[in-house]
């Protein structure tokens, strides 16, 4: 009994600290999103759901869900190498890789975004360069691309990081057993370091769509007015609008999304070897 008390003393705190940041918050959202004014009152509706479901609002979640899909694929495709190269058994410095992708996650996100502007202005970096080429100015901000270019360099360390933690624990001698038996490189990685990589490749996905799919600092600073995400129409409804209520409810279905997205990597990942880096 003297344990089972000091254990639920110990925890306390946690289960406090969740409800009242977490918990309540949560219900706060559900209720306003359920509520609309009439006459000055608020009354339960399901009128804000159906209004986030109109083609307007479903163009902007289908290009939420868009540029993060393009974001993850190319975070995959540029992560997946680089973490396979810091695993190798034959890379010496990996460590100093590992702390190259790990700088930038200690600046501020906002700073890291606003970087950006200067290296893709009309009048930035890199523009001033083609000009000392002789080529003519590109328009590189203000577009979906600079947001995806946005999204890839801040999300990418969340799927190099778990891709890395499963190749790095890959018991190497089932690569060498596959090695013995006749398997080139290619059969070797495409049928048994891909796939046994799959709880990383899974974890990353989660990791940078989910981000991605929510931001809205990326699309403000980098795509302008042209490329409104979800998470800049919560904003919108919160801070200029005062539409709680509509803001709240594209807050749950985005909630949902989310939690779908959690779910599935569970599913997938079920002895968590994909989460940690150590």
Avoid: H
């Amino acid at each position: 009994m003297v344990k089972g008390s000091a254990k639920r003393a110990t925890i306390a705190p946690y289960v406090v600290w969740s409800a009242i940041f977490v918990i309540v918050p949560i219900i706060l959202v559900i209720y306003y999103s359920l509520c609309v004014e009439t006459d000055g009152k608020m009354v339960f509706s399901w009128a804000n759901y159906a209004r986030a479901f109109q083609p307007t609002y479903i163009d902007v979640m289908l290009r939420s869900g868009r540029l993060a899909l393009i974001s993850t694929a190319a975070c995959l495709l540029l992560g997946y190498p680089v973490a396979y190269i810091m695993a190798s058994k034959d890379f010496a410095n990996k460590s100093f890789l590992l702390f190259l992708f790990l700088v930038p996650m200690w600046m501020n996100f906002l700073l890291r975004t606003y970087a950006w502007l200067t290296l893709l202005d009309g009048n930035g970096i890199i523009n001033t360069f083609l000009q000392m080429l002789g080529l003519r100015k590109f328009s590189l901000l203000y577009n979906n691309g600079a947001v995806v270019l946005g999204m890839v360099y801040n999300f990418i360390p969340f799927m190099i990081l778990p891709i890395y933690t499963v190749l790095k624990k890959m018991d190497q001698s089932l690569i060498e057993a596959a090695q013995d038996l006749g398997a080139d490189s290619r059969n070797v990685f495409f049928r048994l370091i891909f796939p046994l990589s799959l709880p990383g490749v899974i974890s990353g996905i989660t990791m940078v769509f989910m981000p991605a799919v929510t931001t809205f600092i990326i699309s403000d600073l980098l795509g302008g007015s042209k490329s409104m995400l979800i998470g800049n129409l919560i904003e919108q409804q919160f801070l200029k609008v005062s539409d709680w209520n509509f803001g709240s409810a594209v807050s749950v279905i985005l909630m949902g999304v989310v939690l779908v997205l959690f779910t599935v990597f569970t599913m997938v990942d079920k002895d968590g070897e994909g989460g940690a880096l150590y």
